[in-house]
Nanobody
Framework: QVQLVESGGGLVQAGGSLRLSCAAS????????MGWYRQAPGKQRELVAL???????NYGDPVKGRFIISRDNAKSTVYLQMNGLKVEDTAVYYC?????????WGQGTQVTVSS
């Protein structure tokens, strides 16, 4: 079984930056998509960003131009650089790795942006 471990969350002031990391417990083969989602209190989980096996990226509208997703295929690791953070970015952030056969999720890391 693959475990995903997220790190890098925390408390930051509005306008600041954080970098999230998500590492798999072992090398994952046949990855199709790696991504980040978030869920704020009382809201549904939403897409933040994803990167496909071909390197194509897609971002949720609220984070376009501020967040950057990247990956290290050799380490089965995905990163999320978050710049220009806003109070409304406060949420639990979850990483996701999909293969042709499985869908893995991390346990979530809290990001809190103060005004």
């Amino acid at each position: 079984q693959v475990q995903l471990v997220e790190s890098g969350g925390g408390l930051v002031q509005a306008g600041g930056s954080l970098r999230l990391s998500c590492a798999a417990s072992r090398i994952v083969f046949d990855i199709t998509v790696m991504g980040w989602y978030r869920q704020a209190p009382g809201k549904q989980r939403e897409l933040v960003a994803l990167v496909t096996s071909s390197g194509s990226t897609n971002y949720g509208d609220p984070v376009k131009g501020r967040f950057i997703i990247s990956r290290d295929n050799a380490k089965s690791t995905v990163y999320l650089q978050m710049n220009g953070l806003k109070v409304e970015d406060t949420a639990v952030y979850y990483c996701n790795i999909r293969t042709y056969y499985n869908d893995y999720w991390g346990q979530g890391t809290q990001v809190t942006v103060s005004s």
